[in-house]
Antibody, heavy 116, light 107 residues
Framework: QVQLQESGPGLVKPSETLSLTCTVS????????WSWIRQPAGQGLEWLGR???????NYNPSVKSRLTMSLDTSKNQVSLRLNSVTAADTAVYYC??????????WGPGTMVTVSS | DIQMTQSPSSVSASVGDTVTITCRAS??????LVWYQQKPGKAPKLLIH???TLQSGVPSRFSGSESGTEFTLTISSLQPEDFATYYC?????????FGQGTRVEIK
């Protein structure tokens, strides 16, 4: 049974870089695309982007200039880096296995607050 | 970007009721419409994909349909565990976009 677990600092200062890791257990990350999705408190869902081990990726234009996603197949991990963060980046961040047309499996999410 | 507009934003219903949620896409999405259920403090859960295909393990009281750019999620015989927020999502093009959510509340 595939399980995802996000991890990273819960607090990031404005203008700094937010770095998160999604550790996948129960299956290889090399077979799928992996997406990051975020949700500000009490609000809806925003897809940030997706990445494949081949390097193929798609990013949301809303964050494209600040976002980098990557895979580490040796650790079975998916990473997100979002630089120059502001309070608007405060949200719960989810990683999800991307079945091209559906987000099939989600991690429980990790809360990130941007504040000085 | 394709805009997804859900209605209503919230609905109050009783156990046993039938609830219908609508999602309208700003342009054609070729049936690439997904429905998720989210409970407080939890990640969304996949319910229906390709507009009407029930995900394995999801109760048959959930169903999806489409008419052009309008998509519908129907929950028949609402159960206590169905009180949650429901989101639609288009998978036709990038960026993937979600509706704003519909909260199903207990009357």
């Amino acid at each position: 049974q595939v399980q995802l677990q996000e991890s990273g600092p819960g607090l990031v200062k404005p203008s700094e870089t937010l770095s998160l890791t999604c550790t996948v257990s129960g299956g290889s990350i090399g077979l799928y695309y992996w997406s990051w999705i975020r949700q500000p408190a009490g609000q809806g869902l925003e897809w940030l982007g997706r990445v494949h081990k081949t390097g193929d990726s798609n990013y949301n234009p809303s964050v494209k200039s600040r976002l980098t996603m990557s895979l580490d197949t040796s650790k079975n991990q998916v990473s997100l880096r979002l630089n120059s963060v502001t309070a608007a980046d405060t949200a719960v961040y989810y990683c999800a296995r991307d079945g091209h047309f559906v987000f099939e499996i989600w991690g429980p999410g990790t809360m990130v607050t941007v504040s000085s | 970007d394709i805009q997804m507009t859900q209605s209503p934003s919230s609905v109050s219903a009783s156990v046993g009721d039938t609830v219908t949620i609508t999602c309208r896409a700003s342009q054609g999405i070729n049936s690439w419409l997904v429905w998720y259920q989210q409970k407080p403090g939890k990640a969304p859960k996949l319910l229906i994909h390709a507009a009407s295909t029930l995900q394995s393990g999801v109760p048959s009281r959930f169903s999806g349909s489409e008419s052009g750019t309008e998509f519908t999620l129907t929950i028949s015989s609402l159960q206590p565990e169905d009180f949650a927020t429901y989101y639609c999502q288009q998978a036709n093009s990038f960026p993937r976009t979600f509706g704003q959510g519909t909260r199903v509340e207990i009357k």
